[in-house]
């Protein structure tokens, strides 16, 4: 709301300035994302450009970048990633030991939740940004005890100067202090170290097996008798825990105070999913749509700019096909949680872990699981989990052109081919964007079934005068959605016979008694009426004797 109110204080109403600033801000999380892979993901600075284009591309952007109400997704995101690079840069990546890295910054630490408190206010999923910390710390930042125990030195190959052969084999001195050795590196999980007997026992089995086996060593490693006690161990990284856990917990009762101790109220309308009696409905609808959001990010082909009112149906049985998706959905996430893991045990393969957490933990407010929310889908609530997308998506090729050596020119000319395309998309759909018809018919044409883009259209095309259209798609709404009480009341308001016009308006307050237009209307409606009541009985009253007059008065007032 800041944001809007400066932009109106120094541009005006203009709406070319609000666009553009949506467009620097997307630019700006363009850039800083890069940035973020660079330093906290990717090994090759290659693999971070590739990323922060993929995802500059993306057709899933369009809405919240176009439209005004999605500023807050945008900046939220830069917030985000902000928040993100400052608790890495918090935290003394330099260290290596047989405890966890403590913190070498206190003002990063505090930038970082100052950040993220930012984060939160312009959009609720901002809040997420501290469980990725916590997590990526645990699993990241807090692996150097384990890289010691393997006896190993990690180095991020290709970002060290060229050095002959000889000294290549020399490990650098090291200073030790207090038990504590510090070597000049960047990131954690930036190369192997030998491979132990172990590790060449375990590199013939498969991703589960190589899983279960880095898990069972890791928690070896952690409880083993000959280190110290694990909460002494994990002392450091506990005090940040504490400090970001009691930080998020205050800062959730003051937004939970400010709204006044309730969340919000939604209707059936927003998301019918919620208000169905049967939990099995529930759950399947709502686990399918979190397969629907990742088929969006993965092939933009249908976006629409409101997804409500009948156009997921809901999912009342299990032999439903669109389980299916469900049940891939849940393979695909498996495979790749046992592919992090099982990488876990080569330090290695970071790219997995953030990928998935900045896919997984932005969504989570938006998946129902805790709360109940206002939409059906909604592209814009994508932008921040499409991150983790894109960052998962350029790891994937990575790995298939370096299996498929061969074939690499013709995998990075289909990706080129996917970048065109995807960029064509991103044009196609703004264009979508620049009038109300253009966009209210664009939701006709693309969600024919939802009852909802209809009805937004046909409020266009009574504000237009074309009240014959109008009608025709009010009728639309009603039949796709009879329960419609705003479609009802606004049909009531184009028709010209009184009788069916109340009859509308008494249906719309039947389905929602609170319907104060609908309330409004029909009390207007018998203002008007017994207004031209007494303008008749005036006229009679003048022709005709005083009992006539008297009688016809009591009928009116009956009537009214």
């Not at 609000?18 to 973020?36: P, R």
């Not at 970048?65 to 935290?91: H, K, M, P």
């Not at 290549?168 to 960047?186: D, I, T, W």
Request: aromatic share 14%; proline share 5%.
């Amino acid at each position: 709301k800041l944001g809007k109110w400066l932009n109106i204080l120094l541009a005006g109403m203009n709406p070319f300035y609000f666009h553009a600033v949506n467009v620097i801000l997307h630019c700006l999380v363009t850039l800083v994302l890069m940035y973020t892979c660079d330093k906290a993901v990717f090994k090759d600075c290659r693999l971070a450009f590739v990323t922060a284009l993929f995802f500059a591309v993306h057709p899933i952007h369009t809405e919240a970048v176009t439209g005004i109400v999605g500023r807050a997704d945008v900046l939220a995101c830069l917030l985000f990633l902000l928040a993100f690079l400052s608790y890495n840069r918090s935290v003394d990546q330099l260290y290596v030991g047989e405890h966890f890295p403590p913190t070498a910054s206190p003002f990063f630490l505090l930038l970082s939740l100052f950040f993220g408190t930012c984060a939160m206010l312009v959009k609720e999923t901002g809040v997420t940004v501290f469980g990725v910390c916590l997590v990526y710390d645990f699993f990241s930042l807090s692996c150097n005890g384990l890289k010691l125990r393997n006896g190993g030195i990690h180095r991020r190959p290709g970002r060290q100067p060229a050095v002959s052969p000889s000294a290549s084999l020399q490990v650098p001195p090291a200073g030790r202090e207090n038990g504590k050795h510090r070597f000049a590196h960047r990131g954690t999980w930036s190369s192997c170290h030998p491979a132990s007997p172990e590790e060449q026992q375990s590199s013939g089995l498969s991703v589960p097996s190589k899983a279960m086996w880095a898990i069972r060593r890791y928690c070896c490693y952690l409880t083993a008798n000959n280190n110290q006690n694990f909460l002494y161990t994990a002392r450091p990284f506990l005090k940040r825990a504490a400090l970001v856990i009691s930080y998020v917990i205050l800062v959730l009762y003051f937004r939970l105070w400010i709204m006044g101790g309730s969340m919000p109220m939604f209707s059936e309308q927003d998301n019918p999913a919620s208000f169905s009696p049967y939990l099995l409905t529930r759950f399947l609808t709502y686990s399918y749509l979190l397969a629907f959001n990742a088929w969006l990010l993965l092939a933009p082909i249908t976006l629409c700019y409101d997804w409500q009112v009948g156009s997921i149906p809901l999912i009342e049985s299990i032999w439903d096909a669109r389980n299916l998706a469900t049940v891939f959905l849940v393979l695909v996430m498996t495979l790749l949680s046992l592919h992090c893991i099982a990488a876990f045990k080569k330090l290695e393969h970071k790219e997995v872990l953030v990928g998935l957490l900045f896919l997984v933990f932005p969504f989570i407010p938006a998946s129902n699981l805790f709360f109940r929310v206002g939409f059906v889908v909604a592209e814009r609530v994508l932008y921040m989990p499409s991150m983790g997308y894109c960052i998962l998506f350029v790891h994937g090729l990575k790995k298939l052109s370096t299996w498929l050596s061969k074939w690499r020119i013709t995998i990075l000319t289909l990706f080129a081919l996917l970048l065109l395309l995807f960029s064509w998309k991103t044009v196609k759909q703004n264009e979508i964007w620049l009038s109300r018809e253009s966009l209210f018919s664009s939701g006709v044409k693309t969600l024919p079934h939802n009852a909802k883009v209809h009805y937004n259209y046909a409020n266009f095309l009574k504000d237009q005068g074309r009240n014959i259209e109008a009608i025709y798609h009010y009728k639309t709404a009603l039949k796709l959605y009879p329960r419609h009480a705003s479609a009802l009341n606004n049909l009531g308001t184009l028709t010209k016979d009184v009788v069916e016009a109340k009859d509308y308006y008494r249906q719309a307050l039947q389905l929602n008694p609170q319907h104060n237009r609908a309330l409004f209307n029909l009390d207007l409606l018998g203002v008007e009426f017994f207004k031209d009541c007494s303008s008749s009985i005036t006229i009679l009253h003048q022709q005709n004797p005083p009992c006539f007059c008297e009688d016809s008065v009591l009928l009116a007032g009956r009537t009214a």
